[in-house]
Nanobody
Framework: QVQLVESGGGLVQAGGSLRVSCAASGSIFSSAVMGWYRQPPGKLRELVATIFTSGSINYANYADSVKGRFTISRDNAKNTVYLQMNSLKPEDTAVYYC???????????WGQGTQVTVSS
């Protein structure tokens, strides 16, 4: 059984920075596509960023709304994925969820979510 535990959410002023982390248990981490999703109040869950490792190279993908502001990274030795969020905007306010899925979507796991609130 895989467990994903997010941490690092909180309240920050617009223009500020925050880093959220996701620690994964289980043996799938190094081969999984790790991702961050978010669900703003009253809206559907949306993709923020994903990252996977092939060989020694990490490949990252971002939603247009966060490109240039957010950075996803992973530490396979620590089974942890990070999301560094800079230049935060009030519209970034959401519950942020960590996701782990197989390369061909043969499995998917979700964390419990962490609240990020950006005040104007």
């Amino acid at each position: 059984q895989v467990q994903l535990v997010e941490s690092g959410g909180g309240l920050v002023q617009a223009g500020g920075s925050l880093r959220v982390s996701c620690a994964a248990s289980g043996s799938i981490f190094s081969s999984a596509v790790m991702g961050w999703y978010r669900q703003p109040p009253g809206k559907l869950r949306e993709l923020v960023a994903t990252i996977f490792t092939s060989g020694s190279i990490n490949y990252a993908n971002y939603a247009d709304s966060v490109k240039g502001r957010f950075t996803i990274s992973r530490d396979n030795a620590k089974n942890t994925v990070y999301l560094q969020m800079n230049s935060l905007k009030p519209e970034d306010t959401a519950v942020y969820y960590c996701n782990a899925r197989g390369r061909y979507s043969e499995y998917t796991y979700w964390g419990q979510g962490t609240q990020v609130t950006v005040s104007s």
